[in-house]
């Protein structure tokens, strides 16, 4: 074996390896001195970006009926396994008869739908996966919480909220729409007879068979 003194590929010298340990250091020594730039959080919060990944959210078309269609897609690709969904039909049935009316402009929609957000690593992958544009991602991301269970949102928190001119489901489509027109942005808010049939629905009248 060469000995260390010998060896042609060693550059430097004494003065080197002395300081050899100093430089390695470096970036460390350049930081101590340089101005802490400090988050007052919570007190203040900086805007996210754009894109930002946050809190989930089951979007609706301008009539109120919901986009989510019960496919499960987006918990097939969810690679921490924390979407859950229950899938169910449409139920065009008089509401009187048992009927339990319409969610959305396909044939199914989604019943059931958890997220256990102590699984989810906001990847977005489900979002993707989504061929209805039902499910994105917000900009909300304080959801810390005390309770394992408190973080395993239900649909009802994930729904989005009611904008101005739509209605709350169940209620049928806007008359002569098919289910493609509302993809193609056809249906830009909640008829009257939509309305008329909420109105009656939560009084327990009998609207269903008047807006079929």
Request: net charge negative; proline share 8%.
């Amino acid at each position: 074996m060469a000995d260390n003194d010998t060896d042609p590929d060693r550059q430097g010298g004494f003065f080197a390896d002395l300081l050899a340990p100093v430089a390695g250091f470096g970036v460390s020594f350049s930081t101590i001195f340089r101005k802490v730039d400090t988050e007052q959080y919570p007190e203040d919060k900086r805007p996210t970006p754009p894109r930002w990944h946050g809190r989930h959210q089951l979007n609706r078309h301008p009539d109120g009926l919901e986009k989510c269609i019960g496919c499960e897609l987006c918990a097939w690709a969810c690679p921490a396994d924390a979407i859950y969904v229950e899938g169910a039909d449409n139920d065009d049935r008089p509401i009187a008869a048992g009927g339990t009316g319409r969610y959305s402009p396909g044939e199914r929609y989604g019943s059931v739908y958890q997220i256990n957000y102590l699984r989810c690593i906001l990847c977005g992958f489900c979002i993707e996966a989504c061929p209805t544009r039902a499910l994105t991602m917000t900009n909300l991301y304080e959801m810390a919480d005390d309770n394992r269970a408190d973080l395993i949102y239900e649909k009802h928190q994930l729904i989005a909220p009611l904008s101005e001119g739509m209605v709350a489901a169940p209620h049928p489509m806007v008359e002569g729409m098919q289910e493609r027109d509302y993809y193609q942005g056809k249906v830009t808010t909640a008829t009257p007879e939509q309305r008329q049939y909420a109105e009656q629905r939560e009084e327990g009248g009998p609207a269903h068979d008047r807006h079929r």
